[in-house]
């Protein structure tokens, strides 16, 4: 079975740059997740799709972030304009429902604002 | 609001030594527990659960018991092995098993040394 696929794998950026990161859930999971992960830091959610639609997005930046997951399959997360503080590895997690007792992450995007 | 605190690392031990990563947590209700593994390069793993108060989570010779009492989900290992070098994180996740919504901690490098 196909784990969770992540693009690009790393990002170099300047800061007021916008940049955008794919995420390919594994097939059949209804249940996709973005989260940001700062160095040192544990992961923490930004965004959860439930197929097309937003189910909770109370952690995303919205001035600047956004993220979109069309046809309720593949997922983009955008950050338009970037900021330094914005330095962080982005990690796509998808479950085959809300109720899963297990959650399946990709490898993820680092990206470097400078 | 749930947070997840876990003893700060990095830890260092030989081959063979016994291990424990300590976990306390704070939730609100009745939350899962899990503890994820990251390997230098790769996405996180989930390497055990538990989902209700006295559960006790085992994979790959790692364990941790859910206790309610003290709030606690201590990960342990009876002797490990220089492939056990990676960063644990433990979680948990509120309400039901939703375990893609989850709460983090900061994570614990381990490193075995031969």
């Known amino acids: 079975e196909a784990g969770v696929a992540q693009s690009p794998r790393y990002k170099i950026i300047e800061k007021r740059q916008s940049v955008a990161f794919w995420c390919n859930p594994i097939?059949?999971?209804?249940?996709l997740y973005w989260y940001q992960q700062i160095l040192g830091q544990g992961p923490k959610l930004l965004i959860q799709?439930?197929?097309?639609?937003?189910?909770?997005d109370s952690q995303l930046p919205k001035d600047r972030f956004s993220a979109e997951r069309l046809k309720g399959v593949d997922s983009t997360l955008k950050i338009q304009p970037a900021k330094l503080e914005d330095s962080a590895v982005y990690l796509c997690?998808?479950?085959?429902?809300?109720?899963?007792?297990?959650?399946?992450f990709g490898q993820g995007t680092r990206l470097t604002v400078v | 609001g749930d947070s997840v605190t876990q003893m700060e690392g990095p830890v260092t031990l030989s081959e063979e030594a016994f291990l424990t990563i300590n976990c306390t947590y704070t939730?609100?209700?009745?939350?899962?527990l899990f503890w994820y593994v990251q390997y230098p390069g790769e996405g996180l793993q989930l390497l055990l659960k538990?989902?209700?108060?006295?559960d006790k989570g085992s994979n790959k010779g790692f364990e941790a018991t859910y206790r309610k009492e003290t709030t606690s989900f201590h990960l342990e290992k009876g002797s490990v092995q220089v492939s056990d070098s990676a960063v644990y994180f433990c979680?948990?996740?509120?309400?039901?098993?939703?375990?893609?919504?989850?709460?983090f901690g900061d994570g614990t490098t381990l490193t075995v040394k031969p």
């Open positions: 097939s059949g999971h209804a249940t």
């Open positions: 979680a948990l996740s509120e309400g039901n098993t939703n375990a893609g919504k989850s709460t």
């Open positions: 538990a989902t209700k108060a006295d």
């Open positions: 997690a998808s479950s085959l429902e809300p109720g899963s007792t297990e959650a399946f």
């Open positions: 939730a609100t209700g009745y939350p899962s």
């Open positions: 799709f439930q197929n097309n639609g937003v189910v909770d």
